[in-house]
């Protein structure tokens, strides 16, 4: 209610207090970070931390942004005929802008290196099929302007903006990088980088490529909390495909393939051609077959959309990505699944999807190095990936292909924490214990891999297993007939 008070810690209350009091200018990011902190050598995202804080108790627009300087307290009654502002009609796909960063070095001159910088990360962004990127041509029009970043959404047509500093301390940088909701001021994704002026190129792809691998999973996240939220009866065939995307990335259970099958259905019957739909139910396919909430077969009967997508010639990396897995893992065509992971590499290759889709389809050829490189190409440019034990578990059956079985346990250890429900990861890690002489273990796990899974026999494994190479195939059935999996 107005005119009652709320609670705010005292280093928001501090930032307020500096900002009112220099209400009639801009304060850089860099004076804020002195001012408010003391000297304190501390991270541009604590003062981010503060200003989203306030934003929550003043409202979105109450502190203004200043692309590339700071913030200015733009609080007071609104004036009496402000006019509506009108911008573009955002796009179906998600949409973003890049902003200019500040330069907190204390070197104006070092302006040309912090924009080129950001034009590199947009044009990197703007590689991303899925997501929509405005041109930094009209995004550094802002740049030294007071404006409120719903006012930048709406005049750019963008739901997301991207923004950020860099900071400099001898020849040490660090770069702070955060995304926001354009409307809500909401911090959805931060991170910071830092690297040494004689390695700048070095540290500008590695800037790129992981902001490009961390957004393009939190705006599918991101799109679907927006799309869950609305009215059942004003969804459309996009809004059902977000939502179906979290389900589909990590199938664990037989309730929420069911799911997630029935929302793309009803996409796929309001757009019958809808590419991304039939490739996230060629995904749920193929996550639900390998954590056996579905039988092989049943996984199989999305071959037909998998083949239909390529055949189409689709250049989008995700649908590329899934449908390619699917014609490896389910249809037995590895050939045909490698031809389409090689070009949505190179469509998009800093996709953690794409990297781990080819990770797994190189262990089942028997390219052992080249499933781990990509594995580990995962891992390095997004370690916070939500679906990290699936890749986790990809990287663990490539050591046991090269016969590692101690390194092989390890990881499928970590992959089946963080995924239980991946029957495949189960399977893998109970041969695995037993090669790697630890028959206990083995038996305790296979033991209860057969309960769960009383179908998936030695026979079945035989029948069923997408891995070519016979001498991996004998030795993953030599370590589960050690440890008591059922023949069939």
């Known amino acids: 209610m107005a005119g009652e008070p709320v609670p705010l ?37 604590n003062l981010t931390v503060q200003i989203s804080a306030l934003r929550k108790v003043l409202g979105a627009k109450a502190i203004a942004t200043v692309p590339g300087v700071g913030y200015k307290l733009a609080t007071g009654p609104e004036p009496a005929h402000r006019p509506v502002q009108e911008g573009p009609p955002l796009p179906e796909k998600p949409s973003l802008a890049v902003l200019p ?37 009209s995004s550094f029009a802002y740049k030294g302007r007071v404006v409120s970043l719903a006012e930048v959404g709406v005049s750019l047509g963008v739901r997301y903006i991207l923004e950020g500093s860099i900071q400099q301390a001898g020849e040490t940088l660090r770069i702070t990088v955060q995304l926001t909701e354009a409307e809500s001021g909401r911090n959805i994704w931060s991170d910071r980088f830092t690297g040494t002026t004689a390695d700048i190129f070095d540290l500008q792809d590695v800037i790129s490529e992981k902001t490009v691998a961390a957004i393009e999973p939190s705006l599918l996240f991101e799109e679907s ?16 495909t977000l939502q179906a995307a979290p389900l589909v990335l990590r199938v664990s259970s037989l309730a929420d393939f069911r799911e997630a099958d029935e929302i793309l259905d009803r996409a796929l019957a309001l757009d019958p051609d ?31 959309v998998a083949r239909d997508l390529l055949d189409a010639h689709q250049s989008d990396p ?46 089942y050829v028997g390219r ?42 390890s990881l499928l250890e970590k992959a089946l924490a963080d995924d239980p429900g991946f029957g495949t990861t189960e399977q893998a890690l109970g041969a695995a214990y ?44 030599a370590g589960l007939r050690a440890a008591g999996l059922p023949e069939g």
Not at 225 to 240: G, H, I, M, N, V
Request: contains cysteine; charged residues 20%.
């Open 9 to 45: 810690g005292a280093r928001a209350f501090d930032v307020l207090a500096h900002l009112n009091a220099h209400a009639d200018r801009v304060v850089t990011k860099q004076e804020l970070l002195e001012k408010v902190w003391g000297g304190l050598a501390v991270e541009e995202g």
């Open 101 to 137: 960063f500040a330069n907190l070095t204390g070197r104006p001159d070092q302006d040309y290196l912090i924009d080129g910088i950001v034009a590199d990360l947009a044009s990197a962004l703007n590689r991303v099929s899925g997501i929509f990127v405005i041109s930094t041509t």
């Open 225 to 240: 909390r927006r799309a869950r939220a609305k009215p059942t009866a004003s969804l459309q065939a996009y809004d059902l």
């Open 274 to 304: 809808y590419a991304l739909a039939k490739a996230l139910k060629v995904r749920a396919h193929v996550m639900a077959a390998g954590s056996r909430a579905i039988s092989h077969a049943e996984g199989a009967a999305a071959l037909p």
């Open 318 to 363: 995700l649908v590329l990505a899934y449908a390619g897995h699917m014609m490896a893992y389910l249809g037995d065509e590895p050939e045909m699944g490698i031809h389409a992971l090689e070009t949505a590499k190179s469509l998009n290759p800093n996709s953690v999807l794409v990297r781990v889709s080819s990770g797994w389809i190189n262990a």
């Open 368 to 409: 052992y190095a080249e499933a781990i490189a990509d594995f580990e190409h995962a891992y390095r440019i997004n370690p916070l990936d939500p679906n990290l034990g699936h890749c986790r578990s990809g990287h663990g059956f490539s050591l046991f292909g090269l016969g590692d079985y101690a390194g092989a346990v």
């Open 434 to 477: 037993e090669l790697a002489g630890r028959p206990v273990e083995a038996q305790r796990v296979i033991a209860r891999y057969a309960r769960t899974y009383p179908s998936n026999t030695i026979a079945y494994y035989l029948r069923t297993t997408p891995f070519r190479q016979e001498d991996f195939r004998m030795r993953m059935v």
